[in-house]
């Protein structure tokens, strides 16, 4: 028997487990809101993306941009508001297979990518 390495440890975890094994099953469910950085590394080692995310389309994944506010306030990522409001906060879906599987948020993904180089000292 081999060892789960990516074993899903919250309700989260296995949702997005889920999904990448079967995204056609959830074709019209929205996606997977994805508001901490270790739900995206979890996503990321399901999908078994390189870890600079070099040619993610050999994992069969896709994105979409959608919403027009620049902001991580909460207000994004349910189709209901989403997908049909431009005012809605700007976020990335990511799809296998065309299936969408997770959304996060756009100012998030800049926070994340900085977060352990930024100079706080600075104003």
């Known amino acids: 028997m081999t060892e789960d390495h990516n074993k899903p440890?919250?309700?989260?975890?296995?949702?997005?487990?889920?999904?990448?094994?079967?995204?056609?099953?959830?074709?019209?469910?929205?996606?997977?809101?994805?508001?901490?950085?270790?739900?995206l590394a979890y996503f990321a080692n399901e999908v078994g993306t390189r870890l600079d995310w070099h040619e993610p389309d050999e994992q069969d994944l896709t994105a979409l941009h959608f919403g027009r506010s620049f902001d991580n306030a909460g207000f994004w990522g349910r189709s209901v508001d989403a997908y049909q409001s431009l005012a809605n906060e700007q976020h990335i879906v990511l799809y296998i297979n065309e299936f969408p599987v997770i959304a996060v948020n756009l100012a998030t993904l800049f926070a994340w990518a900085t977060e352990d180089k930024r100079d706080w000292g600075l104003k």
């Open 9 to 39: 440890r919250t309700a989260k975890q296995k949702a997005i487990r889920d999904r990448v094994a079967k995204p056609m099953s959830y074709r019209f469910e929205d996606p997977i809101r994805v508001d901490e950085r270790e739900e």
